[in-house]
């Protein structure tokens, strides 16, 4: 049970009386209603209002069925549930005045900054799930009162557009828009706590649907919010039943803050024991090393040679400045264009002996030269066919495809490599097109790209991510990051056994 059903569910019994025991000393709440009848009939006589034209008195007939009497006209009463002896039900509008406010147009024109303005009371200076308006942020002219409607502190407003229904009490005078219902006069039977959490309940809101009215943004007439049948207790009960809903509320609170700790705990444990996985991962520890397995030292030297005969058989550029990473002395160094320094510094955690330490644009081939660029005018008048790669993923289809063998693909925008909201290092397979938000590469000699793919979802990128308006990683920053390449024979036990672990993630 979630904590608004749990505080739907006590509303439930408060409501229905079950929450707090009856009290047969209490005044019944028959002889409030005489009193209110009674003093309504004096304001009648004295002309301070005006008489109802259909006025209902609900009652128990002999046979103890509820029945109501509107004008000369008795009917059985059909309640949705048994109430103790003590209540009565009433029609809503039996006991308080209920209307709706109006809005002066154009609103721009009685708008004021005026301090002695009057508060000007919209759906937006309320807070869902707050009992109390306590101010507002914009005030008019008094101009704009008559068109609107004052309302009183201690007043309660009803939302009837959109969130319909919602209750709230005043804590300051103002004027209300026709975006409100207001109900006063209520204070010789209501307790204003108990009618707060009377309209709170699922049983208001579920009255409230029944009458509610409009195709597209949804409005409560107030005749039929009047015509809405409620329990009434004694008021001494409403006091009580007050009373221990404020002692359950912050137990309910403290329960829904567990409720969502535990929620954000479900929701991203699994994500969270990735990272976590691919941590251990990229840092040699996922899976033993194995002593038999060709260093990727040796690995390395392939890849320098294979990509020296691709330069001289004029498939790729050859490196301008080509980095060699090497330990010495417990310390690791870099050497580029006959310069060497120490790089301890941008190391950021310890791999194994068998493992080294190289930059993207050594280890990798850069593809990106070899695509051509596609308009979205152009793609329009494609077919439907080979996938159209982006930064995140296949985003379209056309009729024709430049690459047709496996390559990683690195997103570039800034925004996602930083916030992490889309995959950053797929697979692209197939035949397709990729667009120029996304960086293409290629390896030689061995070195697993799904093995790279993995380790760029895993560290974080932002060093490597230049601009402020629109932030991306370019083709330099690219090139310059710092991997781990463990042994070829590791890289695909690596591989496997994020696979498995990553498949039971998603099953938790």
Known sequence: MTAQQLKNSILQMAVQGKL?????????????????????????????????????IIFRGA??????????????????????????????GSICVIARGGSPRPIKQYLTDSPTG???????????????????????????????????KGDFLLTNSMSFGRPYILNVDGCIHDGWLVLSGYSQCFDKNFLFYLLSSRFAYYQFCDVVSGAVVKNLNSDKVAAALFPLPPLSEQCRIVQVIERIEPLISEYDGIEQNLFTLNETFPNCLKKSILQQAVQGKLV???????????LLERIRAEKQRFVQEGKIKKDKHESIIFRRDNSHYELVDGVE????????FEIPESWEWVRFGTALINRDAERIPLSVSERSRLEKKYDYYGASGVIDKVD??????????????????????????????????????????????????????????????????????????????????????????????IVKKVQELFSICEQL
């Open 118 to 152: 009057i508060n000007w009371i919209k759906i937006g200076d309320s807070d869902k799930g707050r009992k109390y308006i306590n101010q507002t942020k914009e005030k008019i002219i008094p101009e704009g009162v008559s068109k609107s409607r004052l309302v009183h």
């Open 400 to 493: 024709r495809f430049l690459f047709e063998k496996p390559l990683l693909l690195i997103g570039e925008d800034g925004a996602n490599l930083l916030l992490r909201s889309k995959p950053i290092a797929f697979i692209a397979t197939g035949q397709y097109w990729v667009n120029n938000h996304a960086h293409v590469l290629d390896s030689v000699a061995g070195l697993s790209l799904d093995y790279v793919a993995l380790y760029i979802n895993a560290i974080n990128l932002a060093s490597y991510v230049t601009g402020t308006a629109q932030p991306k990683m370019n083709q330099e920053k690219m090139n310059s990051i710092l991997m781990p390449i463990p042994p070829a024979n590791e890289q695909r036990c």
């Open 20 to 56: 707090v025991p009856q009290d047969p000393n209490d005044e019944p709440a028959s002889i409030l209603l005489e009193r209110i009848r009674t003093e309504k009939e004096r304001l009648i006589q004295e002309k301070k209002i005006k008489r109802e034209k259909n006025p209902s």
């Open 288 to 298: 033993p090393q194995d002593p038999v397995d060709e260093p990727a030292a040796v």
């Open 63 to 92: 046979d103890n069925i509820p029945y109501e009497k509107v004008g000369d006209t008795v009917t059985p009463l059909e309640v949705p549930f048994e109430i103790p002896e003590s209540w009565e039900w009433v029609r809503l």
């Open 341 to 348: 320094w120490c790089i301890d510094e941008e190391i950021p």
